[in-house]
């Protein structure tokens, strides 16, 4: 008799995006920093601490290229809504939105914000005018 295994063997881990209070703007988490913060997971989380620039460096690789759930908050405890599949945000709705990964899977770039801030971020992503949808 055999069995076979089907899923995901690895559990997925929680990231808790932790933004300064009122922030809004583009958030980077950049890998591979000699300088940057050694990233420790605490009861299957871990916390992601932005500074007031928005730039967040850690050791290693991108936590964000693993499985994982995002959660996001201002550090006064303030939730922060994250739009997808299983969640939607209005779009004048402050909210964590993905922007995109860049610089061979070294960093990982988000807006706090609202919708119609986002061409904004993403000219600033990408380092040039991207076409109006």
Partial sequence: MFGIAVG???????????????????????ASSTGGVELAATNG????????SGALDVKG???TLEWHKPVARFADGTSIPIPGPAATVPDDAVALRGLGIKN?????WYLVGK?????DAMNKFYGFEVPKR
Avoid at 45 to 52: D, E, H, M, N, R
Avoid at 104 to 108: G, L, P, Q, V
Avoid at 115 to 119: R, T
């Fill in 61 to 63: 690789t991108l936590p």
């Fill in 45 to 52: 989380s871990i916390s992601l601490v932005f500074p007031a």
């Fill in 115 to 119: 919708a119609d801030q986002m061409q």
């Fill in 8 to 30: 995901c063997q690895k559990k997925s881990m929680t990231l808790e995006f932790v933004v300064p209070t009122g922030f809004s703007g583009v958030l980077k988490l950049r």
């Fill in 104 to 108: 061979n899977n070294t960093e990982s």
